[in-house]
């Protein structure tokens, strides 16, 4: 009898195996969350490994981002969103033969979403970019980190405000201010429990954080570019 229920148990488990999603049987180490995972808001937090790519193809063809549902990224997966030979993106986990892609076009809201390894031309993000380039005003939306040099030789000073907004009046705010020294193209500030990381990416900021850096649903995760300066116009 007690063989006959150790039989039956080893067969409900295998044919729970079996039947299980493709992205139930593995996750990813770093963030917990399915291997197939690629989307927006998670992206940021979803890996270390962020590098520049350009998009390649043929003059006016399209290369289509793909969704991250059961069974994706595939054909039956295509989105609507596409980008271009030439365009930037920034590129973080791989899921087989695709890329986990971010792309932030001259207008509107990013894209995130599978592309195609081999439709990518990817470069290396720089290991040891000098001190300078991490000065200025980044924002992200109405996120921003402003960058200046610290009081001791080799760190930097930084100071952020974060916000999300509800509806109606419904607003929640968080900040951190702390220095610190970059570890190769990684800046990690602390503030008490806040914890935010910043990863030097080309011209942009890929940051991250603990989750503790403010109210309900405030966090520093995006991809941060330079403050654009205001033209003024004259009367």
């Given at each position: 009898m007690?063989?006959?229920?150790?039989?039956?148990?080893?067969?409900?488990?295998?044919?729970?195996?079996?039947?299980?999603?493709?992205?139930?049987?593995?996750?990813?180490?770093e963030?917990?969350?399915?291997?197939?995972?690629?989307?927006?808001?998670?992206?940021?937090g979803?890996?270390?490994?962020?590098?520049?790519?350009?998009?390649?193809?043929?003059?006016?063809?399209?290369?289509?981002?793909?969704?991250?549902?059961?069974?994706?990224?595939?054909p039956?997966?295509?989105?609507?969103?596409?980008?271009?030979?030439?365009?930037?993106?920034?590129?973080?986990?791989?899921?087989?033969d695709?890329?986990?892609?971010?792309?932030?076009?001259?207008?509107?809201?990013?894209?995130v979403?599978?592309?195609?390894?081999?439709?990518l031309?990817?470069?290396?993000?720089?290991?040891?970019?000098?001190?300078?380039?991490?000065?200025?005003?980044?924002?992200?939306?109405?996120?921003?980190?402003?960058?200046?040099?610290?009081?001791?030789?080799?760190?930097?000073?930084?100071?952020?405000?974060?916000?999300?907004?509800?509806?109606?009046?419904?607003?929640?705010?968080?900040?951190?201010?702390?220095?610190?020294?970059?570890?190769?193209?990684?800046?990690?500030?602390?503030?008490?429990?806040?914890?935010?990381?910043?990863r030097?990416?080309?011209d942009?900021?890929?940051?991250?954080?603990?989750?503790?850096?403010?109210?309900m649903?405030?966090?520093?995760?995006?991809v941060?570019?330079?403050?654009?300066?205001r033209?003024?116009?004259?009367?």
């Amino acid at each position: 009898m007690k063989k006959l229920l150790q039989t039956n148990k080893y067969l409900l488990l295998l044919l729970f195996v079996l039947c299980a999603p493709a992205h139930a049987l593995g996750q990813d180490a770093e963030s917990g969350n399915p291997l197939n995972w690629c989307r927006n808001g998670a992206f940021p937090g979803d890996g270390t490994n962020f590098r520049l790519a350009r998009v390649l193809g043929a003059k006016g063809a399209r290369v289509y981002f793909h969704g991250d549902d059961e069974g994706c990224p595939g054909p039956k997966c295509r989105q609507k969103a596409y980008v271009v030979p030439g365009n930037e993106v920034i590129v973080s986990r791989s899921f087989g033969d695709w890329l986990c892609a971010w792309y932030q076009p001259p207008k509107g809201d990013e894209t995130v979403g599978w592309i195609p390894a081999h439709q990518l031309s990817v470069t290396e993000a720089e290991k040891n970019p000098p001190p300078a380039r991490w000065l200025g005003s980044w924002e992200f939306y109405q996120n921003s980190l402003d960058i200046r040099r610290g009081a001791e030789a080799g760190t930097l000073a930084v100071e952020g405000e974060a916000l999300w907004r509800g509806l109606g009046d419904n607003v929640h705010t968080g900040g951190v201010k702390g220095k610190a020294r970059p570890a190769g193209n990684v800046l990690t500030v602390e503030e008490e429990v806040c914890r935010v990381t910043l990863r030097m990416v080309g011209d942009y900021l890929v940051a991250s954080d603990n989750s503790d850096c403010g109210g309900m649903n405030v966090r520093f995760n995006g991809v941060y570019h330079r403050k654009r300066a205001r033209v003024r116009r004259g009367r």
